[in-house]
Each structure stands twice: as C-alpha cells, then as structure tokens.
C-alpha cells in the first residue's frame, strides 16, 4: 500500500450463487420501500408540468419567476445531492432517508400552503433539497444491498419509480384539473397528494435494515454480517462479508475517504467522468419535456386543455421504456454500451425534431408530429439511458467515497438541470422549438464522443472487484 493507492490483484472470495427463498423476498420489500425515495423524486419534479399554469394566475407570477419556481427546486437538489452524499457516508443510508422523507413533508406542505411567491420559492428549496439528498441516497442504498447478479435490475428500480412518479403526477394533475380546473387553488391539489408517499417513506424505512457495506466502513462487522443473513442465504452472505472486509481494510490503509484522494488520479478520474456522465444525461433535454410537456405541446399546436392531457403520453411512454430496460436488458447489455447506444439514439430524434419544428407549417400535423417525435424521445431515454446512467454512478466509486462522489455527480447534474430549466421558456419564446432542439443536436455529437473515449464498463463484477480494477488503472 502506498501514495494512497489500494493493492491490485487480490485474491477474491469465491461467491457462491445465488438460491431462492425468504431472503430474495425480503430484498425486493426493502427495494420498494426505498424507492419511494424516487417515487417523490419523480412526482415533485413532474407535478410543476401542470401545475405550473393555474399557479402562474393564482400567484401572479412572470416569465422570470415562473423558471424561478421550477428551477429553485433544482437548485436545491444540487444542495441536497452535495450536503446528502456526505450525511449518506456520515451517519448512514437508512438514517439519511428517514431524515429526507421529514424534508418531502415540510417541503410539499410548505408549498401546498404558500400564500405568495416570497414563500413557495423557499419551500421549493426544501423539497428540492430532499430531491436530491434522494437521487444520492437510494441509488447508493440499493446498489449496495444488492447481490452483483441482480444489481442493474433492484438499483435501476430506483430509476424506473422516478418516472412512475412523473407519470403519475401527469395522470393525476389531469384528472383534478379535469375535475377543479376552475378553482383558484387547482394547483394546490396537485401539490399536497406528495405528502402520502413522504409518510409512506418515513414510517417504512424505520423497519429497514442498514447497508451493510456502510455497516462495514464503520467497524461494525457483525451487524453487516446480520444484515446480509437477513437477504443471502448464509453461505452467500458471510462470502460477500469476506470480499467487502478485505477491501474495506486496504481503503483504510490507503485513507480513502474524504476530500484528499482527488489527488489520486485513478479516484480523480473516477469524478470526473461521473460529473461528466451525469451533465450528459440533463443534457439531452429530457427534463425540459418532462418539466415543460404542456407548455411544448402548446407551442407545437396544441390547445392549453388538449395539451395537458396529450402530456400524459410522454408519462406513459417512460413507464414502458424504462420497464423494458430494468426487467428485460439492464443485466444483459453492457452499461457502456447501452449508454452509449442511448447518446446516438437521442441525438438522432433532436435532429428529427429541429426538422419538423422548422418544416412544417403551423397546425394540427405539426403539432402530432412533434408529440410523437418527443414522445419517441423520452421511450428511447428511458430504455437506454436513465436506467443505466443512474445504476452506473451509484457502481464506479470505491466503498469510502461512494456517497461523496455518487453527490458530486449528481449535485452536477442537478445544477446543469436547474441551468436548463430556467432557461427553456426564454430560449423556446426567442429561438423557437428548432433553436432549442438544434442546441441538443449539436451538444449530443459531443456527449457521444465523451462517452465512447471516457466511459468504463461498470456491469457483471462485483462493487469490489471493479474499485480493484479502476485502481490498477483498468477502466476499459
């Protein structure tokens, strides 16, 4: 062990495989009330797509401060993944997720009663900064409970909840618009459902077990070894005890952790290109569609209450395609080669879409043709690319600093996210559909070439024997 790097070629614990029984069960039970983490993820950041209009009215609000409501929510994600990767690795996965689901219940309280703009922004910031302490936190939760067989599949649930959640806030803004478009206060309805799955999240982790990795960083070996028993088989899990031990003792030998081993090149790169991973997936545009649908649809052709409905197809659409990824391909394709296959793929469909916005004249074709294309779109992002991005973050970085580099990455993705967001209505009012889609286009060829020079494969081996790998400079 020197100059901070860890051994390479150890010899590994062989891991029995994988049986059937209680434990697989009781793994899937935690997945799903984890994910309710994403759940809210998904449904706090879709529900402002038709929210946004009635709230715009009730609360008087102008171009600036309408991107500001949205885009103060993203802010505060950026805060909540850097602040929430560091309390992950401090006190905890399970403890970290009680104390998010408090902050989705004040925030979504404190924006279902803002009587002006001086309060929901900061109720925003709260909410967004349970987001994003959520997009770190159950990621990394999961992939580390997960046996190496299943951990595309039960992390990538993580993914497959956001745009359950997103879908459902269309769904949902829909039907009480449909039901109580004419109050007021339509907009708060929409807000206050969130307060159910928060509850859900906080009552549900309390009976959750600690991971068991993080269980290990802090010298407590026997309850890691109880916690892995209660989801492997026993033969399994004391086999993972023995790998993650052995890995845990060179890291601490070698100070992994912290802010100093970015002076380490292989763990500085391992930042790098997770920050530049995670930009790329916000800059595809896929958030724009999925925070600004109905105002898109609007521009494209569609009517305010044609467009609100017409939106729920982008929701839908996202189920399926990220349903596919996680139950049928995520643990058979390559992450490299999936992510990149989803980088050619959405660049293409922003080629098609700068066409037909620039093409075609205004009216009911346009305006179907543009649904379709983005409604293409997001099925091509969810099947190739949130699935993969996300379940590769939470697997590239060593055991010591997973929760600190999985929040820097996101917290990069969060502030890129917010950059967009809050610029979208001006460039689209300016530019046009065509400007903003010819910016993805010409931004996607870049991400492409980054993604094939840069990007290492994180599937099928296990989390320490890829930290080993990365360590001896093997990122190809």
Request: aromatic content about 8%; overall charge neutral; hydrophobic content about 55%.
């Amino acid at each position: 062990m020197t100059h901070g790097f860890l051994t390479t070629g150890a010899s590994h614990v062989s891991l029995p495989p994988l049986t059937a029984g209680p434990h697989q069960r009781r793994l899937d039970l935690i997945a799903i009330v984890a994910t309710l983490g994403g759940l809210l993820f998904g449904y706090d950041t879709g529900v402002i797509n038709g929210a946004l209009e009635p709230m715009k009215e009730d609360l008087g609000l102008t171009t600036v401060t309408e991107g500001a409501v949205t885009a103060t929510l993203l802010v505060g994600a950026a805060l909540g993944a850097a602040v929430g990767g560091r309390m992950s690795d401090s006190i905890g996965r399970k403890k970290s997720l009680i104390v998010i689901a408090l902050l989705f219940t004040i925030g979504t309280l404190g924006g279902v009663f803002a009587p002006n703009i001086d309060v929901m922004l900061p109720a925003r910031v709260i909410l967004g900064f349970a987001v994003g302490a959520a997009s770190v936190t159950v990621p990394v939760y999961l992939s580390e409970l997960a046996p190496t067989e299943r951990r595309g599949s039960l992390s990538g649930r993580n993914e497959l909840a956001i745009v359950v959640g997103q879908a459902a806030a269309f769904a949902i803004n829909a039907l009480i618009y449909s039901l109580w478009g004419d109050h007021a206060g339509v907009w708060r309805y929409m807000l206050v459902v969130a307060a159910v799955p928060a509850a859900a999240l906080f009552i549900g982790m309390l009976r959750m077990p600690e991971s068991p990795r993080w269980l290990i960083t802090q010298a407590r070996h026997e309850d890691a070894l109880a916690v892995l028993m209660r989801v492997r088989s026993e033969e399994r899990a004391r086999a993972e005890i023995a790998e993650v031990e052995h890995l845990a003792e060179e890291e601490a030998q070698a100070h992994v952790g912290g802010l100093s081993p970015l002076g380490v090149p292989w763990i500085r790169r391992l930042v790098l290109i997770g920050c530049g991973l995670a930009a790329a997936q916000q800059l595809t545009g896929v958030n724009s569609i999925m925070y600004y649908g109905t105002q898109m649809l609007q521009e494209a052709g569609f009517s305010s209450s044609a467009a609100i409905v017409a939106n729920i197809a982008n929701g839908v659409t996202a189920v399926i395609g990220g349903s596919i990824c996680l139950f049928l391909l995520i643990d058979r394709v390559p992450r490299r080669s999936f992510i990149l296959w989803g980088f050619i793929s959405t660049t293409t469909v922003h080629g098609c879409i700068v066409l037909a916005a620039s093409s075609l004249p205004e009216g009911t074709t346009r305006a179907i043709v543009i649904l379709a294309l983005s409604v293409t779109f997001v099925f091509f992002v969810q099947l190739t690319l949130n699935v993969p991005v996300w379940v590769c973050l939470s697997e590239m970085f060593p055991l010591r600093l997973r929760g600190f580099g999985m929040g820097v990455s996101v917290m990069v993705m969060w502030l890129v996210n917010a950059g967009l967001t809050f610029a979208f209505p001006s460039v689209v009012a300016f530019a046009g559909l065509q400007g903003v889609f010819g910016i993805f286009l010409a931004v996607g060829i870049v991400i492409i070439l980054f993604v094939w020079k840069f990007l290492p494969n994180t599937s099928g081996r296990s989390l320490e024997e890829l930290e080993e790998s990365f360590a001896a400079g093997h990122f190809r």
